[in-house]
């Protein structure tokens, strides 16, 4: 038997990983105090209609600033909120947070518009979503149709019955539905069939690279085919080149969302912009 080789790559794996397990589980902890102490603040990335570059929306997306660890990124801290459930508090403050903000806006003649709230598998297993949206636009004072949220295929995949049965009574009060991420996921195609959809979001992965990949811009043209198909609106994710929008409006897409247009925005920043992209406008009327 060899002796193993002390400080080879099995020691350096395991200190690595510790650190990890280490850093996760800080964050778990300071996540469980991050609402208490302010910490959660929404960005806000304007949606724009390929045609006459209106704004027609913004997507809420969520930021955390901590003092040890500074801006986290949701892609960090969301899964440690759905594992542990915090997402279901953190979820219902997006959510008020969000009506608030556009409803403010509306209410200083921006629009029209609406706002797009990501939501969490975990937050559709909690039997009260559709009470908590109702609550909500009733104590932000938001018509129903100024929402929009955003549902992933592994969120249609659990409990498809509970799932359909909450977005039918959703989409029946006059909310918007946008399938996020779509074609990431799996079998989206049954999907199209039996949930209330308005809107498909074609992900950012598909879009970075199509000018140059035929594969990409095939599934990018057949989602495109299956929203015309099904009657859905159409967002691609990610734009951000003049090349990409014009030639993603070319085949038929009818919103952009990405960089070329803004990066997510802070609340003080998002007015600003609104009020360069309509407050002409609003003068000239
Ligand atoms: P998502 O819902 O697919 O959001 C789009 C992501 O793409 C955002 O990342 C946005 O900043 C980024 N993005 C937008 N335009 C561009 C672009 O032109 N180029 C590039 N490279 N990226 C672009 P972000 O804000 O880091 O959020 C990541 C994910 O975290 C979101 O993906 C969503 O799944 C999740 N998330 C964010 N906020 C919430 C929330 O309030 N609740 C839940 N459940 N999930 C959230
Ligand atoms: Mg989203
Ligand atoms: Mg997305
Ligand atoms: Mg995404």
């Avoid at 969301?78 to 608030?100: F, H």
């Avoid at 209410?107 to 009260?128: H, K, T, W, Y």
Wanted: hydrophobic share 45%.
């Amino acid at each position: 038997e060899p002796e193993p080789k002390p400080g080879g790559n099995v020691a350096f794996y395991c200190v690595e990983t510790s650190a990890r397990l280490c850093r996760r589980m800080k964050m778990l902890q300071a996540l469980h105090t991050a609402l208490a102490n302010d910490e959660l603040f929404l960005c806000f990335q304007p949606q724009i209609d390929a045609n006459n570059h209106n704004v027609i929306g913004f997507e809420a997306l969520l930021r955390w600033q901590h003092p040890e660890f500074g801006l986290v990124s949701p892609v960090e801290f969301i899964p440690l909120a759905e594992t542990s459930g915090l997402i279901i508090p953190i979820g219902a403050w997006v959510l008020t947070q969000a009506c608030q903000q556009m409803q403010r806006w509306l209410e200083e003649g921006f629009g029209p518009m609406r706002i797009a709230v990501n939501l969490s598998a975990r937050q559709f297993e909690s039997m009260d979503l559709y009470p908590l949206v109702c609550r909500t636009l009733a104590e932000t004072n938001l018509a129903p149709h100024h929402l929009e949220l955003e549902i992933t295929e592994s969120i249609a995949m659990q409990n498809a019955e509970q799932v359909l049965g909450i977005m039918q009574q959703l989409t029946d009060d006059g909310v918007m539905l946008a399938m996020d991420d779509f074609g990431t996921g799996y079998s989206s195609l049954s999907y199209l069939k039996g949930y209330p959809l308005n809107v498909l979001k074609i992900d950012q992965v598909f879009v970075r690279h199509f000018l140059d990949d035929e594969s990409d811009e095939a599934i990018i043209k057949a989602i495109i085919a299956l929203s015309q198909s099904f009657k859905l609106a159409v967002i691609a994710e990610g734009v951000e080149t003049q090349a990409q929008a014009e030639r993603l409006k070319a085949l038929g897409c009818q919103y952009f969302q990405g960089y070329l247009f803004s990066k997510p925005l802070t609340a003080v920043q998002a007015t600003l912009w609104l009020e360069q992209q309509q407050g002409l406008a609003n003068e000239t009327a």
